[in-house]
C-alpha cells in the first residue's frame, strides 16, 4: 500500500516537471519571443529589441534558460511580469487565493449536492423526478459558463436586483469581502460541473443495481434500504471519486471564463488581461500554475480512492 | 448495424428526432443565410441603436445599430466551420496515437501517456491563450491549435477502447499469424472502436463549439467584425438592463444547437451501443 | 407437507410469446434432493429462480404456479418473501466472485445474513459465524472473517457463499452451478462438502447444473431439461443406467468417459433458441425415433419402475453408448515435429506479452518442461487453472516469450517471439484459441476472417480467396451461406469450426488447440472433437490440444501428458496414462473428476489442499505437499521424468506407487 502511494506521489511529480516543461517549450518554438510580443510594432526597431532581450535574459541557450527558470521556480520566484514590472509572485499571490476561495465555494456546495441527486435519480429511474432532474443536468452541461453568467446576471442581478451582478471587489480586499462576493460566479462555475457528476453518478449507480452481489443481497433477504445503505452505495460511489476529481480540476478552464464574465479578481481573469497584453512571462506563470492545482486535485482524488477502497489496499493471500 | 436501421432508431425516439431536427436546422441556416439576410449584418447605424424588436428588426439592433437578426443567423458560421475542422484534426491524431499506444504497450506507452497526462492537466483554455498571446489572434491559427489541443482526449478514449479490444484473441490471434502492427490497427482494431470514435466525433464537435464560442467571448478567437455568438453576448453585456435581447438571442441560438447536438449524440449513442460517459469535456 | 410444488409454470418474455419455461411441473418433499440438468438455453437458471419468486427483468410468469411449503409464491406479499428468502429458503450462486459485495468483509456479509432475520439472536450471531466458517471447511474460522473477497481463493469464496446459504437453517437449498468455474479438485471438495452437509441438517436440495456427472455426485434424482420443457424426471440411478427419453439418451453419450476412451457420438442440428415454440416435440427434429405423433407435444407421464417422461416413444433399453475407438495412429517411427526442452517461462511485467494475458492468470510460470509432439499425433496436454498449460500453447506460438529454453520445428529453432519469425514458420504453426466469441473479429464476415490467412501466407487473389474460403468452410461442415455471416450470427459451436477452418486454412504442419472446446455444450463439443480428428488425420497435421477436462482429451488424444505446477509429471499413450496412472497427481485427478456414473459416485476423493502459489512452489517435488503417497525425500529432492514402461514417463521417486 505504501508503495502504491509512493508511485502515485512520484508520477504526480513527474507530471509536474513534464508540465514546467511543456509550459516553457510551448513557448520556446512559436516564432518571435516574449520580447516581440510584448513590444508589438515597437520589436521593428532593433535596438529597443536588443534592449529588452539583455534585460529579459533572452540571448542565453534555451537550456540554460530553463534551468535558470526552474530553478528561480523551485525557490518560489515566479520572474517578473513585463507589462506590470513586478514580481509575478506578488501579482500571483492574492488572486490564487482569491480563485481558490471561488473554487472551493464552488466545491463544497456543489459536490455534495450533485452525489445526492445523482443517487436520488437512479433510485427513482425514469420516473417524474429523474426525468426532470435529468433533463435540467443536460441543459445545464451544454451551456458554456458565459451563457450561464449572463443569465444569471440577467435574472438575479437585473430583474431582481439581489445581486450586483459583477463583482467590484479589489483583488487584494480581505478574504470575507470576496467569499461574498462569490455566490453568482460560484453557482455558474458549479452547475455545469454537476450536472457532469449527477449523470455520472446515476449511471454509476444503475450499473451497480444489476450487480450479482446485490442479487445476492436479495436472496439473503436484506431489506432494500440496508441494500442500498451498505451494499450499492459504496460500491456505486468510489469509482466515480477519481472521475470527480478529474471534473473538479476541469472546474480550472471554466475558472478563467467566469472570472472574466463577473470581473472577479482571481487567477483567470489575471491570465486573460497577461494574453491581451502579450505579456509571456505571465501568461507561462499563470498556465504553470493551473497545472500545479490541477495535478493536486487529481492526485488528492486518486488518494481518497485509493483510502477507500480495500481491494488496493490489500493483495490475494 | 449500418446506416438506415440506425437512423430509424434515432428518430422513434423524442430525444433523438428533436435533437437531429435541430441539427440540421442550424446546419441549414448556417449554409443558407448569407442568402436569405435581411440587413447587412455589419452595416451600423446610429439612429437605430438598441431598438426593441420590430418588424423591420424582428430581433431587435445591437448598441451599434447592426440588426440582431442577421447577426444572429450567421453568428455560428465561422464558429463551426472552424469546429469542424479542429474537430477533424483532433479525431485523427488522437485516434492514431490512441489506437498505436494501445497495440505497442510497454514503455513507449507509459511514457507517451504521461506526456499526455500532463499536457491534459492544463487547461486547454490556457493553451489556447499561450499561442494566442505569441501569436496573435486568427481563424487559421485557432484550427491546429484547437485540434492538437482537443485531440488529447481522444487519445485517452481511443487507447481505452484500442485496449479493451487488444486483449481479446482475435487480435492475439493476428500476431500469431504475423500480420503487420499496421494491418492489426487498420483490419481488426479500427472497425470496433469505430462506433466509440463515430460518437466521441460528435461530443467533441459540440465541446469545440462551445470552446471557440467561450473564446470569442474573452476576445480570443473569431475575431470582429465577422458575427459570432459569443462575440455578440461580450458585446452586449453592458448593456443587458435596457436591451436584453441583444444577450437573448444569440444565447438561444447558441444553446438550441448544442442542445439539439447532445440529444442526437445521445440518441445514437444508445441506438449503437456505445457508453457515453466516458471523457471529460476538455476545456 | 409437500415443500415444493411447482405446476404447469411457464415464464416468458414480456410482450411476446417466446416462453422460457414451458409447463414446468415438478414436486419436492422435505430433505429431497433434485438435480436440473440441461445445455445452456433450455431455461434451467430461469426455472431455479422462480423458485426463489424471482423473475429477470424482461421476463414475467405468464401460466402455472410455485408453491412453497403450501404457500403460493405469486400472491405473498413483497414483505413475507423477503423473510422467507434466506430463512426458509436459501441461494447459493454460480460465481461466489461476483456474489459477493467487494466492499464489505465476508464476516460481516455472513453476519448480516443472520441479523436480517429473526431465527439467531443477536447476541449468538458472532458465534455462529465462526461455527459456520468451520463447518464448510474454511482454514482459521475465527480470523477469516476479518478478510475481503477478494482476499480468498474461488474454492474459499465458495465455501463462504455456501456459509451464507446455511446461516439461517433453511428447508431448502437452491444452488445454480455451483462448481463451475472451479478447479476439479476444489470442484470435488465442494461436492464433497454440501453432501456431508446435507446428511447433516437434512434440508431438501435442487441443484442446476450442465454437467450431468456434477448432480450424480450430489442429488438424487434428476430432471433433465430441453427447449425449456421437462423432459425427462428420474431417480438419478435410473437415469444414468437406463435413461428414457431419447434426448436424455444422446446427452449422456456424448459426454466423453475415460474408461471408455473414444469419439462419443454427437447429436446433429442444434437445440432451439430459447424462446422460440416448435409445434410439437422440440427435439422431434433431431430425434432418431421421431415419428408423426411427435407433432403433438408429449406430456410428462409416469413411467412403471418410477419416474416421469415426456416422450411418445421412450426407450427402455440399458444404456450402453457407442464410442468410436481411437484408432491407433500408424506412425512413421515416431517422426518428431515439433521438440520442447527445458522450457522456462516467467511472467515479466511491463510488456506488450504480459498485458496481453493480464485477463487470465498473470503468475503462470513454466518450470522447465519437454515434450515431443510427432508427427500426425494428437498430444494431450492436461491440468487444471494455473498449471502452465496455456503459456506453454503461447510460447510455442511466440506469443509469450521464453526464459530459458529451446522450442524446435523440425529441427531448426523457433525464435522466442513470433515478430522474429520468418512467415514459413508463422504459417506451419497455428493456433486455435478457446473463446470463439474472442477469437473472431466480431466486424468480419467469415469470408473475411477466412481471407487473412491466405492472402498473408499464399498471396491468394480474391478469385483464389472464394474458392479456398468454399472448401474450408466444406471441409468444417459448415454451409457455404455462412461466408457471409458475421459472429454474431453464429453459435458458438459454428464460431468453433470457423476458427478451426481458419488454422487450417494455413495449412499448418502442427496446431495448438487452447482450451477449445471448454466453451461449449457437451453435445456441440463431441462434434467438433470429432472434427478436429478427422482433419488432422485427413491432412497429417500434428495437433497439441490443452484442455483441463479429462475425458476430453481422453477422447481425442493419442498421447497425453499431465502437467502441474509448471511441470510435467506424468506422459505417455491415453489408454496407459488414464487407465494405468503412475504418478499420484494423475490418480487425485481421475478420482476426483464427477462422471455420471453411478459406480464412481461413491469413490473417495484422494487429494486435499489446494494448489501452491506458482511464485512459491514447493521444495522438491512440487505435488509433495498434496501428495497421500508422501515421503520424506519427495520434500527435499525434485524428481525427473523417467521412464517406466513402454513410452509411459513420470515424474515420481518411487515406481508403482499408485499401485495400479
Not at chain 2, 216 to 228: E, I, K, Q, R
Request: hydrophobic content about 50%.
Amino acid at each position: 500500500m505504501l508503495g502504491l502511494i509512493l508511485r502515485r506521489l512520484g508520477a504526480a511529480w513527474i507530471t509536474v516537471v513534464v508540465v514546467a516543461v511543456v509550459v516553457f517549450v510551448g513557448v520556446e518554438v512559436m516564432p518571435g519571443d516574449a520580447c516581440t510580443a510584448m513590444l508589438g510594432r515597437d520589436a521593428a526597431r532593433i535596438e529597443v529589441l536588443e534592449n529588452c532581450r539583455d534585460r529579459m535574459g533572452l540571448n542565453r541557450p534555451p537550456v540554460e534558460r530553463f534551468n535558470a527558470w526552474a530553478g528561480d521556480l523551485a525557490q518560489g520566484d515566479l520572474g517578473v511580469s513585463m507589462k506590470r514590472e513586478r514580481p509575478i509572485v506578488d501579482i500571483v499571490g492574492p488572486r490564487l487565493r482569491n480563485t481558490l476561495i471561488l473554487a472551493f465555494a464552488a466545491a463544497l456546495a456543489g459536490v455534495p449536492l450533485a452525489i445526492g441527486l445523482g443517487v436520488m435519480v437512479a433510485l427513482r429511474r425514469e420516473r417524474p423526478f429523474d426525468i426532470i432532474v435529468s433533463t435540467t443536468a443536460l441543459v445545464a452541461m451544454t451551456m458554456p459558463e458565459f451563457v450561464v453568467a449572463a443569465l444569471l446576471i440577467l435574472i438575479f442581478a437585473i430583474w431582481l436586483g439581489w445581486s450586483s451582478g459583477v463583482v467590484t471587489a479589489a483583488y487584494d480586499a480581505p478574504a470575507l469581502t470576496l467569499l461574498f462576493a462569490t455566490p453568482l460566479p460560484a453557482v455558474t462555475l458549479a452547475l455545469v460541473y454537476m450536472a457532469h457528476i449527477l449523470r455520472m453518478v446515476r449511471s454509476s449507480v444503475i450499473d451497480t443495481a444489476g450487480a450479482d452481489y446485490i442479487l445476492m443481497a436479495r436472496m439473503k433477504g436484506v431489506p432494500e434500504r440496508q441494500i442500498v445503505r451498505r451494499h450499492l452505495l459504496p460500491n456505486a460511489i468510489l469509482p466515480t471519486i477519481p472521475v470527480i476529481g478529474l471534473t473538479l480540476a476541469w472546474l480550472l478552464s471554466g475558472v478563467v471564463i467566469v472570472e472574466s464574465a463577473f470581473n472577479y479578481p482571481g487567477l483567470g481573469r489575471l491570465a486573460v488581461n497577461a494574453v491581451a497584453d502579450r505579456d509571456l512571462p505571465l501568461v507561462q506563470a499563470t498556465a504553470l500554475i493551473f497545472g500545479l492545482i490541477y495535478v493536486s486535485m487529481t492526485l488528492i482524488a486518486d488518494l481518497l480512492a485509493m483510502a477507500l477502497n480495500p481491494r488496493l489496499r490489500t493483495r490475494r493471500l | 448495424m449500418s446506416g438506415a436501421p440506425i437512423l430509424r432508431a434515432v428518430l422513434s425516439q423524442p430525444s433523438g428526432a428533436i435533437g437531429i431536427t435541430l441539427v440540421v436546422g442550424h446546419v441549414m441556416l448556417a449554409v443558407l443565410s448569407p442568402l436569405v439576410l435581411p440587413h447587412d449584418p455589419i452595416a451600423q447605424s446610429a439612429d437605430l441603436m438598441l431598438q426593441m424588436p420590430s418588424l423591420s428588426h424582428p430581433f431587435g439592433t445591437d448598441r451599434l445599430g447592426r440588426d440582431i437578426l442577421s447577426r444572429v443567423m450567421l453568428g455560428g458560421r465561422e464558429a463551426m466551420l472552424i469546429a469542424t475542422l479542429a474537430t477533424l484534426v483532433a479525431m485523427v491524431w488522437g485516434t492514431v496515437v490512441g489506437i498505436f499506444l494501445a497495440l505497442i504497450g510497454g514503455r513507449i506507452d507509459t511514457y507517451i501517456m504521461r506526456i499526455v497526462d500532463a499536457l491534459s492537466s492544463i487547461p486547454g483554455i490556457l493553451i489556447v491563450m499561450i499561442f494566442v498571446a505569441a501569436l496573435g489572434v486568427g481563424a487559421t491559427a485557432l484550427i491546429p491549435i484547437l485540434g492538437c489541443s482537443y485531440g488529447l482526449s481522444v487519445v485517452y478514449i481511443a487507447r481505452a477502447a484500442a485496449l479493451d479490444f487488444v486483449a481479446r484473441d482475435f487480435v492475439l490471434a493476428a500476431q500469431a499469424r504475423g500480420e503487420a502492427r499496421a494491418t492489426i490497427l487498420i483490419r481488426e482494431i479500427l472497425p470496433n472502436v469505430r462506433d466509440t470514435l463515430a460518437v466521441q466525433g460528435a461530443m467533441q464537435w459540440s465541446w469545440l463549439m462551445l470552446g471557440i464560442t467561450s473564446l470569442s467571448f474573452l476576445g480570443l478567437g473569431v475575431a470582429p467584425p465577422t458575427p459570432d455568438w459569443g462575440l455578440m453576448i461580450a458585446d452586449a453585456r453592458g448593456v443587458m438592463p435596457t436591451a436584453p435581447w441583444a444577450v437573448l438571442w444569440p444565447m438561444a441560438m447558441l444553446s438550441t444547437l448544442i442542445v439539439g447536438v447532445n440529444l442526437a449524440t445521445d440518441s445514437f449513442a444508445k441506438a449503437l451501443g456505445v457508453d457515453r460517459q466516458m471523457g471529460v469535456r476538455a476545456a | 407437507m409437500t415443500l415444493l410444488d411447482v405446476q404447469e409454470l411457464t415464464i416468458s418474455q414480456v410482450g411476446s410469446d417466446a416462453a422460457i419455461v414451458r409447463a414446468a411441473t415438478l414436486a419436492l418433499e422435505p430433505g429431497e434432493t433434485l438435480g436440473i440438468a440441461g445445455e445452456s438455453g433450455c431455461g434451467k437458471s430461469t426455472l431455479l429462480l422462480a423458485l426463489m419468486g424471482v423473475v429477470k427483468p424482461g421476463l414475467a410468469v405468464t401460466g402455472g404456479h410455485v408453491h412453497l411449503m403450501g404457500q403460493h409464491l405469486g400472491s405473498i406479499a413483497p414483505e413475507a418473501m423477503r423473510r422467507l428468502r434466506g430463512q426458509s429458503i436459501a441461494w447459493v450462486p454460480q460465481s461466489a466472485a461476483m456474489a459477493l459485495t467487494p466492499t464489505m468483509r465476508v464476516g460481516a456479509q455472513l453476519a448480516e445474513a443472520m441479523s436480517v432475520h429473526d431465527t439467531i439472536p443477536p447476541g449468538d450471531i458472532t458465534a455462529r459465524t465462526t461455527a459456520l466458517f468451520a463447518q464448510v471447511r474454511l482454514p482459521e474460522p475465527n480470523q477469516i472473517g476479518a478478510r475481503y473477497p477478494h482476499e480468498l481463493s474461488g474454492g474459499q469464496m465458495q465455501r463462504v457463499v455456501i456459509a451464507m446459504a446455511l446461516a439461517c437453517a433453511p428447508k431448502l437449498l437452491l444452488l445454480d452451478e455451483p462448481t463451475t468455474g472451479l478447479d476439479v479438485t476444489t470442484q470435488a471438495e465442494i461436492l464433497d462438502l454440501l453432501g456431508e452437509l446435507r446428511r447433516d441438517t437434512g434440508m431438501a436440495m435442487v441443484c442446476v447444473s450442465h454437467d450431468i456427472g456434477v448432480l450424480a455426485r450430489l442429488t438424487a434424482r434428476v430432471a433433465v431439461m430441453y427447449a425449456g420443457r421437462i423432459v425427462e424426471d428420474r431417480p438419478t440411478a435410473a437415469l444414468l443406467t437406463r435413461p428414457a427419453h431419447p434426448y436424455a439418451r444422446a446427452l449422456l453419450a456424448s459426454v466423453p468417459q475415460i474408461e471408455n476412451p473414444g469419439m462419443p457420438p454427437s447429436i446433429p442440428g442444434s437445440p432451439p433458441a430459447p424462446g422460440m415454440s416448435t409445434p410439437g416435440c422440440a427435439f422431434a427434429p433431431r430425434c432418431s425415433r421421431a415419428h408423426a405423433a411427435c407433432d403433438l407435444v408429449p406430456a410428462l407421464s409416469p413411467l412403471p419402475l418410477g419416474g416421469r417422461v415426456a416422450c411418445h416413444s421412450p426407450e427402455n433399453g440399458i444404456f450402453a453408448p457407442v464410442v468410436m475407438p481411437t484408432p491407433l495412429v500408424a506412425q512413421e517411427a515416431g517422426v518428431p515435429v515439433v521438440t520442447v526442452r527445458d522450457l522456462v517461462v516467467q511472467y515479466r511485467r511491463a510488456s506488450l506479452f504480459a498485458r496481453l494475458s493480464r485477463r487470465s492468470r498473470p503468475d503462470s510460470v513454466v518450470a522447465g518442461v519437454s515434450l515431443t509432439l510427432l508427427k500426425g499425433e494428437i498430444l494431450g496436454l492436461v491440468g487444471e487453472s494455473g498449471s502452465g498449460k496455456s503459456t506453454i500453447v503461447r510460447a510455442i506460438a511466440g506469443l509469450w516469450p521464453r526464459s530459458a529454453g529451446t522450442i524446435t520445428l523440425d529441427g531448426a529453432n523457433l525464435p522466442a517471439r513470433a515478430t522474429e519469425r520468418d512467415r514459413a514458420a508463422l504459417r506451419r504453426v497455428q493456433v486455435v484459441f478457446q473463446n470463439p466469441d474472442a477469437s473472431l473479429n466480431p466486424r468480419h464476415t467469415v469470408r473475411e476472417i477466412l481471407a487473412q490467412p491466405l492472402r498473408l501466407y499464399f498471396n491468394a487473389s480474391p478469385a483464389e480467396v472464394e474458392d479456398h474460403a468454399r472448401s474450408l468452410t466444406a471441409a468444417v461442415r459448415l454451409d457455404p451461406d455462412h461466408l457471409d455471416r458475421r459472429p454474431a450470427q453464429l453459435s458458438g459451436g459454428e464460431r468453433q469450426r470457423v476458427a478451426l477452418a481458419r488454422a487450417f486454412a494455413a495449412e499448418p504442419d502442427v496446431i495448438l488447440c487452447d482450451e477449445v472446446t471448454s466453451a461449449l455444450d457437451v453435445s456441440v463439443q463431441a462434434s467438433v472433437l470429432a472434427l478436429i480428428r478427422d482433419l488432422c488425420q485427413s491432412r497429417g497435421t500434428s495437433c497439441l490440444f490443452v484442455a483441463h477436462d479429462i475425458a476430453v482429451v481422453a477422447a481425442l488424444c493419442d498421447r497425453v501428458a499431465v502437467i502441474y505446477l509448471g511441470q510435467i509429471v506424468e506422459i505417455g499413450r491415453t489408454t496407459d496414462v488414464f487407465l494405468r496412472p503412475q504418478h499420484p497427481y494423475t490418480e487425485a485427478l481421475l478420482s476426483a473428476i464427477p462422471e455420471p456414473d453411478p459406480m464412481k459416485t461413491m469413490q473417495p476423493v484422494l487429494i486435499n489442499g489446494e494448489m501452491p502459489s506458482m511464485t512459491d512452489p514447493p521444495a522438491g517435488c512440487r505435488f509433495s505437499t498434496r501428495c497421500r503417497h508422501v515421503r520424506d525425500v519427495c520434500r527435499t529432492s525434485t524428481p525427473a521424468l523417467a521412464l517406466r514402461s513402454a513410452e509411459h514417463f513420470t515424474a515420481c521417486h518411487f515406481e508403482g506407487i499408485t499401485g495400479i
